[in-house]
C-alpha cells in the first residue's frame, strides 16, 4: 500500500513540473495501469510529440500499447482527431536505454488511403502516357527511316550496273549523292514536328499552334525537312504570348526544335 501511494505521488510530482508546452494536453485522457506509472512522463513526451505532427489537430487520449513493456521497450498508443474531426492512432516506441521516443506507426484514415491510391494512379498514368508517346515517336522515326530506304531502293534500280560502269567516275559520284540525299517524307516530317512542339511546351497555358493551313517546309543539306511553326500562349497573368518554333528532321526521324518570341 505505502509502494502505490509512493508511486503515485511520483506521477503527481512528474506531472507539476512538466514544462508549460503541455498546457493544451488533456492530462485527463492519458491513463496508464498502476504498475506502469513510472512510464507516465514518457507517455506525456509522447502526446507532446503527436501534437505537434501536422495531421494532428488535438490529442484525444493515450495509453500503453496493448503489447507489455520489456526491459528494452515501451510502446505508447495516442489517439487524436484530425482536421476532418476523425481520430486515428499514433504509436510511439521509447527505448529505455537510448531514452529515445520514436514515432513507429501512424494509422490511415480512408480518406488519406483513397488520396495516396488517387495520387499513384494519377503517376501511373501519367507514366503510361509518357511511355506511349515515346512509342508513339520512335515508330515515326523507324517510319521516316524505312521511308527514306525504300525511296533510295527505287532510285537505285532505275539504273543498271552496266550505266554505272560506263558513266565516267564524276557522274558516278553524282549519281551516287543523289541517293543519298533522299529529302524526307514531308507529312512524316510534319507530324515529327508536331508531336515534339507539343511535348516541348506542354506546361504553357492557352496554346494555340497555327497549323491550318500546314505551314510549307524547306528541304535542307539535300536531305532534312525544316518548318516554322507560329503558335501563341498565355502568362500568368493572362497576357498574349507570340513564338516562333524552328524545326529541323533529321533522316534518322530526330528533331530540333528553336523557339524564339515573335511579334503578333
Known sequence: ?????????????????????????????????????????????????????????????????????????????????????????????????????????????RQRIEKEKAALKAEQEKEERLRQEREAKEKLTAEIFALAEEEARKAESQRSEKDLMNADIEDVLERLDELVGVPVDEALAWQSCLDGLKAKVRGMKSLVIEDNPRPESRVVDRVEREFDIDFQAKNPQFRDLFYRANCRVFQDGSTTIKIKARKP
Not at 7 to 31: D, E, H, Q, Y
Not at 76 to 89: H, V
Open 1 to 109: 500500500m505505502k509502494k502505490s501511494r509512493f508511486a503515485c505521488l511520483l506521477c503527481v510530482m512528474a506531472i507539476s513540473v512538466m514544462p508549460k508546452v503541455f498546457a493544451s494536453i488533456n492530462t485527463k485522457g492519458l491513463w496508464l495501469p498502476k504498475s506502469y506509472q513510472k512510464y507516465l512522463p514518457q507517455l506525456m513526451l509522447a502526446a507532446q510529440q503527436a501534437e505537434k505532427t501536422e495531421r494532428c489537430m488535438h490529442v484525444m487520449n493515450g495509453g500503453l500499447h496493448n503489447q507489455k513493456p520489456n526491459e528494452e521497450q515501451v510502446v505508447f498508443r495516442i489517439t487524436c482527431r484530425d482536421e476532418d474531426k476523425l481520430s486515428y492512432n499514433l504509436r510511439y516506441t521509447f527505448f529505455i536505454a537510448q531514452e529515445k521516443m520514436v514515432l513507429s506507426h501512424e494509422q490511415k484514415s
